[in-house]
């Protein structure tokens, strides 16, 4: 119906044009502007409930839908390549019976990684964790079958050596569901106190994706730390902290 309408209101604009110009030339670029501004419009109606519509048929599948989650990355006050990545999910069981949590990470770095840890109680890794393509993914077993209406918090813990020094100085979340709450934050030490950090919202991942804000975070006193909290973030689009130096990106300089 949506693609009808954009057909239609294209059509209209184009018919106005066409007609004897008894009205006068502006009043048809007029009424050619708002046909083409309602069918963008439209346009971008139909991507977002075409977004939601995905994000809920997942969540059925899956079995949870995600409620809120927090991504913090420290980088140790001694050696500089020693990164720990701490994830909290919070989830909700949308139907009896779910008993796995998949999730994924990219990491920038180029090194070693320790065996993923699970910290939450009564929770397990299923598996080992699959790479492809850059992107590693990974399940976690819940301990049980979640009844409908459930919460559960799933915490990881991720220890990362940068011996290539490739590491980028960003944390970043690209929202493929619907959730509550977003939260990004890092913790550095003194010695690499950047010069500026910056919060940054995409219309997607990858360099095609449009810049849709970015502005200045604050530091921290002490031991540098930022944060950037989102309520209700847009799926598809992509948040992301990221910091500065003044010889550039490296922490490394």
């Given amino acids: ?14 018919l106005v044009t066409q007609l004897p110009d008894e009205a006068g030339t502006r009043t048809s670029i007029i009424m050619l502007a ?65 008993f796995l949590f998949r999730n994924q990470y990219l990491w920038s770095g180029s090194g070693s990684e320790a065996p993923l840890e699970v910290t939450s109680k009564g929770h397990r890794l299923l598996g080992e964790v699959k790479k492809s393509s850059g992107w590693a993914a990974y399940y976690v077993d819940l301990g049980h079958e979640m009844q409908k209406g459930e919460r559960s918090c799933v915490e990881i813990v991720q220890r990362l050596t940068d011996s290539g020094e490739k590491f980028d100085p960003f944390i970043a979340k690209t929202v493929q569901e619907r959730i509550d709450e977003l939260t990004l934050s890092i913790s550095l030490p003194q ?45 598809g689009h992509n948040y992301e902290l990221l910091w500065e130096y003044q010889h550039g990106r490296s922490i490394y300089g």
């Fill in 191 to 235: 010695h690499l106190r950047p010069l500026a950090v910056w919060r940054i919202e995409r219309t997607g991942f990858g360099p095609g994706a449009k810049v849709v804000r970015r502005d200045q975070g604050e530091l921290g006193n002490g031991s540098p730390t930022a944060v950037f909290v989102k309520k209700n973030p847009k799926i």
């Fill in 1 to 14: 119906m949506i693609a009808l309408a954009i057909l239609a209101v294209g059509f209209a604009g184009w």
């Fill in 34 to 98: 708002v046909g083409l501004l309602t069918g963008l419009a439209l346009g971008a109606l139909s991507a977002t409930l075409l977004l939601q519509r995905r994000s809920r048929i997942v969540e059925i599948q899956r079995g949870y839908k995600w409620i809120s989650a927090e991504f913090h990355y420290e980088i140790d006050e001694q050696d500089p390549h020693q990164h720990t990545h701490f994830v909290k999910i919070y989830i909700e069981a949308t139907r009896d019976g779910a």
